[in-house]
């Protein structure tokens, strides 16, 4: 696959970046984004929940509890990962994670690099990139 990137102008924009990223992604089930810190990680994972059908308040940032399953309109699970907290890959293993990875439903990923080694080849590396007008750039 090519590169490939979708500008975010701001907040007004999330929804159309969202599915025109869903529709890009295809049949990818795991999505690992890779950016610093406020760069909008969460936001973005809210508004892909939003245009699966989750209801917007369930989606947080599941950053104490590592992981977060949410269903979508259609009844499929969608789990929502925050690594952050993370200091050994190990850590990631207690929770289960490759039933997770395995289980064939999206897999949304934020600090990835904390568990890098047990990410699987077919992971879709997606990085948030702040622009200097504060808009966005994915791209992988």
């Known amino acids: ?23 890009a992604i295809g049949e990818a089930r795991l999505v690992a984004f890779y950016a610093p810190m406020g760069a909008g990680k969460t936001t973005f994972t809210t508004a892909l929940c939003r245009r699966l059908g989750v209801d917007e308040d369930a989606v947080s940032s599941p950053t104490f509890a590592i992981v977060n ?42 600090w990835p690099e904390n568990i890098e080694p047990l990410l699987p080849e077919e992971t879709l590396r997606v990085h948030i990139r702040v622009e200097p007008d504060g808009s966005r750039t994915l791209y992988w």
């Open 1 to 23: 696959m090519s590169q490939r990137e979708i500008h975010i102008a701001g907040l007004a924009d999330l929804d159309r970046a969202a599915g025109e990223f869903l529709d």
């Open 69 to 110: 399953e949410y269903r979508t309109a259609a009844g499929e699970s969608v789990f929502h990962f925050d690594f952050y907290r993370i200091d050994n890959p190990a850590e990631a293993l207690d929770i289960g994670l490759y039933d997770y990875l395995d289980s064939g439903c999206l897999c949304l990923m934020e």
